[in-house]
């Protein structure tokens, strides 16, 4: 029988014999006595199989206990990685197997070990949504303000993830909301472009800034549009967020959204009609959500600059549709600020809501 051989970013950790063989499918089989036979046999338990994952860590991924201790007992290291550079202890946090925490830092296992990409367990258990994970590693010490290659906090994982309950562990252990990455994303932007609308009003209940500092490129609006987030666009609007805002690059809400329109466009070229219209129905919508910031514009601003928000190839239709829109906003404008109060004045959804009743 011929028998593979594989390494990991320990080392050179072969599988040279058949016993390693049997030991990789009894671990993945979830065959405890096949296990241990396997082991007494001779088999290396920190043997990798062809995807590169270590007996170790799929032990953690499932998390078997019994299969972790008795590799623990037979010289699997704690602390050893598979091929991205993730220890067993990252994957615990990623799929909160709090039972596995005690044996694999008794045997050693690093709290602050980093992946390839330099995400640490903490950042794993953010990534998860994964509060009491979360909240054990804290109190074991964690930095809630650590970054990884990409700058990125814990806070920003589980904004991605959209889990409230892991944001406000971390906030309470002291990071912060509004800190950005290497590409100017905080965690309010994260949220948005992923579409979590309770995260990104429960960030801003809580100090979030919805307009970023001049230097920062993408702001959560832009995030969101880049996106397609429209119900968070929307909401970001109407809290306040400035259409206005520029990097300097071009990169603004009007380019992120027709950036995504083209994008989109791209990507279903080598579809069906059917398909294709359904994209133009969702580009309208973006479109008319896009002109919405608008009304959000300085009232001495209004008619400078608008129809630059199409294309100049725009059909003459879609023109005349925003020159009513124009002319539909400066009305508006007037009869709601008749002393000649911003027109550009923003309503929260709650002063509405009071306003209204």
């Keep these: 029988m011929t028998v593979p051989t594989n390494s990991g970013i320990n080392g050179s950790v072969k599988i040279n014999n058949e016993n390693d063989m049997d030991l990789i499918d009894a671990v993945e089989n979830g065959n405890l006595s096949a296990a241990i036979q396997a082991l007494s046999d001779g088999a290396n338990p920190s043997c990798l199989n062809e995807d590169g994952q270590g007996m ?11 299969f972790v201790n008795i590799l623990l007992i037979a ?8 091929e991205q550079g993730e220890t067993p202890l990252h994957l615990a946090a990623m799929r909160d197997h709090l039972h596995l925490f005690e044996p694999l830092l008794e045997r050693g296992a690093c709290l602050s070990s980093l992946c390839s990409q330099g995400g640490s367990p903490l950042h794993f258990a953010a990534l998860g949504g994964n509060s009491a994970s979360t909240e054990v590693l804290l109190a074991m010490g964690c930095d809630p303000q650590c970054e990884d290659a990409q700058g990125q906090t814990p806070l920003h994982l589980a904004a991605i993830a959209g889990c409230v309950n892991t944001a406000k562990l971390l906030i309470k252990a002291g990071a912060a909301v509004d800190s950005p990455d290497k ?7 994260c949220a948005c472009m992923m579409g979590h609308l309770a995260l990104v009003n429960w960030f801003f209940q809580n100090g979030a800034s919805v307009n970023a500092p001049p230097l920062v490129m993408f702001t959560p609006l832009v995030m ?3 996106t397609g987030q429209t119900e968070v666009m929307d909401w970001l609007l109407d809290a306040g967020a400035d259409p206005r805002h520029s990097h300097g690059d071009g990169c603004d809400f009007k380019n992120a959204v027709l950036l995504a329109h083209d994008e989109l466009w791209a990507w279903t070229k080598e579809l069906q009609w059917e398909d294709q219209l359904e994209f133009r129905k969702a580009e309208h919508e973006q479109r008319n959500l896009a002109l919405k910031g608008v009304k959000h514009i300085d009232g001495r601003r209004l008619q400078l600059g608008i129809l630059g928000m199409l294309d100049s190839s725009a059909a003459e239709p879609v023109k005349l549709e925003v020159q009513k829109l124009i002319d539909r906003i400066s009305l508006n404008a007037r009869l709601d600020n008749p002393s000649g109060r ?15 009743g």
Excluded at 56 to 66: C, K, P, R, S, W
Excluded at 75 to 82: K, Y
């Design 75 to 82: 010289g699997a290291r704690p602390d050893e990685r598979n």
């Design 56 to 66: 170790l860590h799929i032990a953690t991924l499932h998390g078997e206990l019994d």
């Design 224 to 226: 969101a549009a880049c």
């Design 342 to 356: 911003n027109a550009g004045a923003v309503k929260t959804k709650k002063s509405r809501k009071n306003t209204e």
């Design 183 to 189: 590409q100017g994303c905080t965690p309010l932007a």
